[in-house]
């Protein structure tokens, strides 16, 4: 007689043949590769040659290319699969020397999955949102712009700790009375090109945008309403009682750790995957975040943080986001 407790015996004995089969399925590993152009058109000749590149070092070592898909007359991507599981970074290792040897373009590695359609994506401020850093017009108005310049060159490039590159900058600025100079200084910001299209695309498609920025609050929330930005953070230059500069900055400095955890935070926050985050940015600064992200962009970057960033986007407009997150509204 065939009883109830044989009937689940049965489904028991079916499950645990069904995990152990699976348990030895192949796991697989799949990429893609994103290959942009600097010019607003990547011809036939150009895109031939990369993809034989990346071909010649993936044949050798196993992976399969499945595909190839143009996504814009600049940019195209490349689908790749292994049967064996092996990290983004590896992937990223294995294919650096071709990367590095592309001077026209760039190759942006990922891996192909659901989260590749990034939805919170946060943006450092000074030479990225904006061309101009912020407080080399400020310290214009001080007579010190050299000496700040000089002082910005060596902590975006990561050779100077960012907190005590501030402090320096900023007591070059004491005695400078800022609350006359806002409007005059925002007057002057110029939107990077391609910047409002590239946030108004990434709104429709459902994105959250944030500006975490080493520069000073007023000019973020500045940037926040002109491009319609869901949060903004900065930092805070301290006055006087006379509205004069003192030299300090007051409240908790947005360096780097900060910048990381602010993106972790806003992830929880937005209730969005750190998996599906990423930083964009050009200094130094930004690249606690970018480890810490789903994904980080260095933007026209230092060589320094190009070299250290889990990838870089030398374009000339920033709309070419699109094409590193797969998505297709241009």
Not at 13 to 20: A, C, K, R, T
Not at 210 to 226: C, M, N, R, T, W
Not at 251 to 261: F, H, L, N, R, S
Request: charged share 25%.
């Amino acid at each position: 007689m065939y009883t109830p407790l044989m009937k689940k015996k049965k489904i028991v004995s079916s499950m645990l043949q069904l995990l152990e089969t699976s348990s030895h399925q192949p796991e697989m590993s799949s990429f893609v590769i994103t290959c942009i152009s600097h010019e607003d058109v990547l011809n036939l000749e150009k895109r031939a040659e990369i993809s034989k590149k990346i071909n010649a070092v993936l044949s050798s070592d196993g992976y399969e290319v499945e595909s190839e898909q143009q996504s814009s007359e600049n940019a195209f991507d490349i689908y790749v699969e292994n049967s064996n599981t092996i990290s983004l970074k590896e992937f990223h290792l294995l294919l650096k020397e071709v990367i590095d040897s592309v001077k026209d373009a760039d190759l942006i590695v990922q891996l192909n999955n659901k989260y590749r359609q990034k939805k919170l994506i946060v943006f450092d401020m000074d030479s990225t949102l904006i061309y101009q850093e912020v407080i080399e017009l400020i310290a214009a108005y001080a007579n010190v712009e050299d000496k700040v310049r000089e002082i910005t060159e060596r902590a975006m490039n990561n050779e100077l700790d960012f907190k005590q590159s501030l402090q320096e900058r900023v007591k070059l600025l004491k005695g400078l009375k800022i609350d006359d100079l806002y409007d005059q200084i925002k007057s002057k910001l110029e939107i990077t090109k391609g910047v409002p299209e590239l946030c108004q695309a990434l709104h429709n498609n459902g994105c959250k945008l944030a500006v975490l920025s080493g520069g000073f609050i007023p000019f973020a929330k500045f940037i926040k309403e002109q491009l319609n930005l869901d949060y903004a953070e900065a930092n805070i230059l301290e006055t006087d009682s006379d509205g004069l500069l003192t030299g300090f900055t007051k409240g908790t400095v947005v360096d780097g750790q900060y910048k990381a955890e602010t993106l972790l935070r806003l992830c929880k926050e937005f209730d969005i995957p750190v998996e599906a985050s990423c930083m964009v940015g050009d200094g130094g600064n930004d690249l606690p975040a970018m480890n810490v992200a789903g994904f980080g962009v260095a933007w026209n970057a230092k060589p320094r943080v190009q070299e250290l960033a889990p990838s870089k986007l030398n374009t000339k407009s920033m709309i070419n986001l699109l094409h590193v997150f797969g998505y297709l509204e241009i």
